[in-house]
């Protein structure tokens, strides 16, 4: 499996190859990179997908040890280094959408677009502190977990039955302590409001509009960057690139050609299409002609 070496943690990441534009996305809170394989079998070859597991998630490597979303951000250009990709379009749903202003705030050089999803620049409030220690109190309990993780299945997901019974199975295998770290991430997490103004780059905003995320934040988020566009996607809940493909592949696709030139985001130096994606880490949807 491909890594990207940082100084204390090793990024797993699956890159599509090819020679069109590279996009870099990051994935929600207790998922991982295979959450956008309908996104990578749609979309390429024309364009190159990378897709990567943040730490505490997936096949990624890490010491345990607390880390914040600017941390990730620099994991995200790591991978970018690791594949001598000077430019890319970087996005993501939900957590990757905080690394992905991240990213670009850190690097605005290196981050030709944005496409975020079901995401948003606040901190949490005082309210969801608190809801999300009760859940998490409980979700390391033996008992409640699994019931637990069926309701956080279905606020995620929906009516899918198939992906929740997916997801339910990799969430009760999952160590606690990577749990309770990642957490500690996305619930500290500072607000980047202030600085959305420095983010010129184009950027795509889906909101999901039964998302964990208040359509107000969303709309916040897209009206403060500078050269955003605002697109909501109705009775779809928070992973809606999974639930709602069709939608949101159409959605970035048009973006992707508006923004970004085949060809012109990947150094002439790589040598592309080494390392295929592996999409079969996430099983074949019974739908997925229509995925």
Same mark, same amino acid.
């Given at each position: 499996?491909?890594?990207?070496?940082?100084?204390?943690?090793?990024?797993?990441?699956?890159?599509?190859?090819?020679?069109?534009?590279?996009?870099?996305?990051?994935?929600?809170?207790?998922?991982?990179?295979?959450?956008?394989?309908?996104?990578?079998?749609?979309?390429?070859?024309?364009?190159?997908?990378?897709?990567?597991?943040?730490?505490?998630?997936?096949?990624?490597?890490?010491?345990?040890?607390?880390?914040?979303?600017?941390?990730?951000?620099?994991?995200?250009?790591?991978?970018?280094?690791?594949?001598?990709?000077?430019?890319?379009?970087?996005?993501?749903?939900?957590?990757?959408?905080?690394?992905?202003?991240?990213?670009?705030?850190?690097?605005?050089?290196?981050?030709?677009?944005?496409?975020?999803?079901?995401?948003?620049?606040?901190?949490?409030?005082?309210?969801?502190?608190?809801?999300?220690?009760?859940?998490?109190?409980?979700?390391?309990?033996?008992?409640?977990?699994? *019931?637990?993780?069926?309701?956080?299945?279905?606020?995620?997901?929906?009516?899918?039955?198939?992906?929740?019974?997916?997801?339910?199975?990799?969430?009760?295998?999952?160590?606690?302590?990577?749990?309770?770290?990642?957490?500690?991430?996305?619930?500290?997490?500072?607000?980047?409001?202030?600085?959305?103004?420095?983010?010129?780059?184009?950027?795509?905003?889906?909101?999901?509009?039964?998302?964990?995320?208040?359509?107000?934040?969303?709309?916040?988020?897209?009206?403060?960057?500078?050269?955003?566009?605002?697109?909501?996607?109705?009775?779809?809940?928070?992973?809606?690139?999974?639930?709602?493909?069709? *939608?949101?592949?159409?959605?970035?696709?048009?973006?992707?050609?508006?923004?970004?030139?085949?060809?012109?985001?990947?150094?002439?130096?790589?040598?592309?299409?080494?390392?295929?994606?592996?999409?079969?880490?996430?099983?074949?949807?019974?739908?997925?002609?229509?995925?």
């Amino acid at each position: 499996m491909p890594f990207a070496h940082a100084i204390d943690a090793e990024i797993h990441y699956e890159d599509s190859g090819g020679n069109g534009s590279v996009v870099l996305l990051g994935h929600e809170f207790l998922m991982d990179r295979t959450m956008f394989a309908s996104q990578t079998a749609a979309l390429t070859p024309e364009f190159r997908f990378v897709s990567w597991d943040a730490r505490g998630h997936g096949h990624t490597r890490d010491k345990g040890l607390p880390f914040t979303y600017w941390t990730c951000a620099r994991d995200a250009l790591t991978v970018l280094d690791q594949l001598g990709v000077e430019r890319a379009v970087v996005g993501g749903i939900s957590q990757g959408g905080y690394i992905a202003l991240r990213t670009a705030l850190l690097a605005p050089e290196r981050v030709a677009a944005l496409v975020l999803i079901g995401t948003e620049a606040h901190a949490p409030t005082p309210q969801e502190l608190v809801n999300a220690r009760r859940f998490l109190d409980k979700w390391y309990e033996d008992g409640p977990r699994q *019931a637990l993780a069926e309701y956080l299945a279905r606020w995620l997901l929906g009516d899918d039955d198939w992906y929740r019974a997916v997801w339910v199975k990799r969430w009760l295998a999952r160590d606690h302590h990577a749990t309770e770290v990642a957490a500690g991430c996305l619930l500290g997490r500072d607000s980047i409001l202030d600085r959305l103004p420095e983010i010129t780059c184009p950027t795509l905003v889906i909101h999901p509009t039964r998302s964990g995320i208040p359509r107000a934040h969303a709309r916040e988020l897209a009206e403060r960057l500078p050269d955003a566009r605002y697109l909501e996607i109705e009775n779809a809940r928070q992973t809606v690139n999974m639930t709602h493909p069709v *939608a949101v592949n159409a959605a970035i696709r048009d973006f992707l050609r508006e923004h970004t030139v085949s060809r012109s985001l990947t150094p002439s130096r790589f040598r592309t299409g080494e390392i295929p994606v592996r999409t079969a880490d996430l099983p074949a949807h019974p739908k997925s002609e229509s995925h």
